[in-house]
């Protein structure tokens, strides 16, 4: 039997309907951007394997400081314990994190990494004694899988069953082009009623819905309002971090500063789970009492795993390094070029780009018949040995940032072939 067979016997996959899912591809083996299949064919990893591989596969400066601190120190416990790497990794976080974050607390992913925040931001108000309740999300967001993350993300097929279960959250729109006026609207007039504890947000770019992306101009307006009426602000800047954006993280774009920052995917480069929320002294210091109420109870087995935090100290190096940043601007100029050779091809409803994310969404009469088409235009990328997973009408590359020139050719090829399947079918 093949690894993939043996797996398709008892593995249940995420996002997978197992009923009608193709065998697993099996990977032995990555290098840079690419990765390397059981049957010996191989792919470049156009979407940095769910986001999170920011500088290739099995890259041999985190592969050798991982493989240090395992035989050094592989796991402790994080309540009255620390240890070397959680330390260098707060300290480097909090000096490229936006202006006024001073505190680091570790968790494990992303939904944790918003868990608490959302933890944080509500016990500040019971803290604080001034009773704050209704939390603000945009509506086609996404912030994670568990239940508070869950609640705070868009109300979608894929959350249905369990909505009745859900805390209430107000949703405003995404103030994408043309739309910005009415979401300062809305969120003005939730603010007025006072009783807003916290703003939730994928800044610039809401992953999931679809890279759907907004200026930070309007940003900027809204966390004006959020200041001026005492909402506490959560950047989930779980995707945009470390780079994605063009700026270390998309927060660099704006003036206003949140009290929150959501951080994970490219924390270890890909490397390993782990995720962090940092915030800033006054959220931090309405946690400080005499009275033990006033703690904040949350932990989680693995927190701060000294193999993760040690692989997040390497990443972290070589994202501040020069030779990030000109891949950075690189693959930004690259996207640019290609964007503009597609502009006056047919099925093309819009291309937007923020720094290394380049998003097409497909003209699309009829989103059902697409839908049918995801899986066709899917298993073509694979075909050409790339891969792309679409987003409805929407493709999307966000690579890691080693991708070289040819293989970000070839996965531009690859889209201009699924364009030409579209405009002939
Ligand atoms: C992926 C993602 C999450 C959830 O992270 P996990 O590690 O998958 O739990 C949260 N917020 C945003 C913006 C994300 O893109």
């Not at 993939?4 to 995420?14: G, K, L, S, T, V």
């Not at 240090?68 to 592989?74: G, K, M, P, V, Y």
């Not at 003209?363 to 997973?389: H, K, P, W």
Request: net charge negative; with cysteine; aromatic share 10%.
């Amino acid at each position: 039997m093949t690894l993939a067979q043996r797996d398709q016997n008892i593995i249940w996959h995420p996002y997978t309907q197992m009923k009608t899912a193709d065998l697993p591809v099996a990977i032995v083996r990555g290098e840079g951007a690419l990765l390397f299949a059981e049957d010996g064919k191989e792919y470049i990893d156009a979407v940095a394997s769910w986001w999170v591989n920011l500088h290739g596969h099995a890259h041999p400066y985190i592969a050798e400081k991982v493989a240090a601190q395992l035989q050094t120190l592989e796991h402790v416990i994080f309540a009255g314990f620390t240890h070397q790497p959680a330390v260098e990794l707060a300290e480097g976080l909090l000096k490229i994190l936006p202006e006024g974050q001073r505190k680091v607390f570790y968790s494990d992913n992303g939904s944790t990494a918003v868990e608490v925040a959302l933890k944080m931001a509500i016990q500040y108000w019971a803290n604080t004694g001034i009773p704050k309740k209704k939390i603000i999300a945009f509506r086609d967001s996404y912030h994670g899988d568990t239940f508070g993350a869950m609640a705070v993300s868009s109300r979608s097929a894929f959350t249905a069953p369990f909505w009745s279960y859900l805390f209430d959250v107000t949703f405003i729109d995404v103030p994408t082009p043309g739309n910005e006026q009415e979401t300062i609207n809305q969120l003005e007039a939730i603010a007025l009623t006072g009783d807003v504890a916290a703003f939730i947000y994928e800044p610039l770019v809401l992953g999931t819905a679809g890279m759907v992306m907004y200026t930070p101009e309007v940003l900027d307006n809204l966390m004006q309002i959020c200041q001026q009426h005492e909402i506490l602000t959560i950047a989930d800047e779980v995707m945009t971090g470390f780079g994605r954006t063009g700026k270390l993280f998309a927060s660099h774009y704006l003036q206003h500063k949140p009290d929150m920052v959501c951080l994970s995917k490219g924390l270890t480069g890909g490397t390993m789970a782990l995720g962090v929320t940092t915030c800033n002294d006054k959220i931090y210091d309405a946690f400080l009492a005499d009275d033990k109420s006033k703690t904040l109870f949350h932990g989680h087995s693995y927190t701060a795993n000294p193999v993760a935090c040690a692989a997040g100290v390497a990443s972290l190096e070589l994202t501040t390094s020069p030779e990030t940043q000109q891949n950075l601007e690189r693959i930004a100029a690259k996207h640019k070029a290609f964007a503009a050779t597609l502009k006056q091809l047919s099925g093309i409803q819009e291309i937007r780009q923020q720094g290394t994310i380049l998003a097409i969404e497909f003209a699309d009469e009829s989103t059902s018949y697409f839908s049918n088409l995801r899986d066709t235009l899917y298993n073509y990328a694979m075909e050409q040995g790339v891969i792309l997973r679409p987003l409805g009408n929407i493709i999307y590359i966000i690579p890691p940032y080693c991708i070289t020139d040819e293989q970000l050719d070839k996965v531009y090829q690859t889209i201009k072939g699924m364009q030409q399947l579209l405009v002939n079918c």
